[in-house]
């Protein structure tokens, strides 16, 4: 397999997740916004305009209110959340459990003995009322739609974002190289904003119009200010200007190295050794064992962002997608061939000045830089 195929190959791995993640998002939030979400409504109509049973008629479309007194109340934890349980026992001994929405309201007044009335509406316990005061339940279906609402509104926004994703690496990344700290950044970040804000929105207002007009206020800011981001970074350049630094001693750095040179083959591991005229790879973290130096005929020519063609063993994405974003890549020459060093820019000083510096004993000197050369 070519390394161009290679390349095409790697690049099919994230645009295949982010559009099979685009469309399990896209299908939930339509299963919540157009099945779940309308089933809830409908529920909540029907008990609002529910009618009062007549004689033994079982509450399962018309509301039955029994009457009782107070067994005991219980407060059960469970992880982050609490669940607060009242017991009623009916006037013929039967016994009544509801799981109430909340410590307030009728929870949190009545005592054992207080006399109570419960509404059942199909088989459930929906309300308490205490002396006029009445509070719901865990199972009232007035708000019932508010969580797949919110849940959809939110998988609808990522979802979104995903897609754009998809796009984005099928269409842009031919046309724009550069691999940017805010192309993984920016636009990921606007997503879940949205979706945060979309998620919100149900839970803090009373309609569902409401909370669209509130999604739609909350994520005009977040996309004009990715817009932004965008378009100002856009402007910062492709290549750098770093002074080199000697290094004092041996340094041991994450890095990575790529060459269509003879010796490619033994330019293996994910780790560069760094010191006064010397520069190694080695895939031993503390830089002692199967070190492979770096012919001192390398010519640096310039320092780049990293592009989305650059083989593997340039990029850091094996070791976290935070060192990648921060991660330069320098050019060099060695001879007519091109060797490409991956390296966190932070380390980029020491890696020109280990070219720069001194060769060892029975080693020529090379200059560092494509003007140095030409000097």
């Known amino acids: 397999m070519t390394p161009s195929r290679r390349r095409r190959r790697r690049r099919r791995h994230p645009v295949r997740s982010a559009a099979a993640a685009s469309l399990v998002c896209v299908l939930a939030a339509l299963f919540l916004l157009f099945v779940t979400v309308p089933g809830k409504r409908a529920d909540s109509r029907a008990f609002a305009t529910a009618s009062a049973c007549v004689g033994d008629e079982p509450a ?34 039967d016994t009544h459990r509801a799981e109430m929405n909340g410590p307030a309201s009728v929870f949190g007044r009545v005592r054992p003995g207080d006399p109570v009335k ?11 009322d205490f ?6 339940t865990a199972d009232q279906p007035k708000d019932a739609y508010r969580l797949p609402f919110a849940c959809g509104m939110g998988l609808l926004a990522l979802g979104g974002t995903f897609a754009w994703l998809t796009y984005w690496m099928v269409r842009q990344v031919g046309r724009h190289p550069a691999r940017y700290a805010w192309q993984a950044t920016v636009l990921p970040c606007a997503g879940v904003l949205t ?43 492709e290549e750098f200007e770093i002074a080199p630094v000697v290094p004092e001693r041996e340094e041991c750095v994450e890095g990575g190295v790529a060459a269509r040179t003879p010796y490619r083959g033994e330019l ?27 012919p001192r005929t390398l010519v640096v020519e310039r320092v780049r962002v990293p592009y989305w063609s650059d083989p593997s063993g340039v ?10 974003l921060r991660q330069v890549v320098l050019v060099c020459r060695d001879g007519d061939d091109e060797v490409l060093i991956g390296v966190q820019r932070k380390h980029v000083p020491w890696v020109l000045g280990a070219l720069q510096g001194p060769a060892a004993p029975g080693e020529p000197q090379a200059p560092a830089t494509a003007s140095e050369s030409r000097a």
């Not at 018309?62 to 009623?88: A, F």
């Not at 990029?315 to 990648?324: N, Q, V």
């Open 131 to 136: 002396r006029g005061t009445v509070q719901l």
């Open 60 to 93: 399962l479309e018309c509301r039955k209110t029994i009457e009782g007194t107070v067994k005991g109340t219980e407060t059960v934890p469970r992880g982050k959340t609490t669940h607060y349980w009242l017991t009623i026992t009916g006037r013929g001994g």
């Open 195 to 237: 979706g945060i804000v979309a998620f919100l929105a149900p839970m803090v207002t009373d309609t569902m119009p409401t909370a669209l007009v509130l999604t739609g206020a909350g994520t005009v800011p977040v996309v004009l200010g990715a817009l932004w981001r965008i378009r100002v970074r856009r402007r910062q350049s």
């Open 268 to 294: 293996i591991g994910a780790y560069l050794v760094v010191g006064p005229g010397l520069l190694a790879v080695t895939p031993d973290p503390e830089g002692r064992a199967l070190r492979r130096v770096l």
């Open 315 to 324: 990029t850091a994405e094996t070791r976290g997608w935070r060192k990648a």
């Open 118 to 128: 419960a509404t059942y509406w199909r088989g459930k316990i929906r309300f308490v």
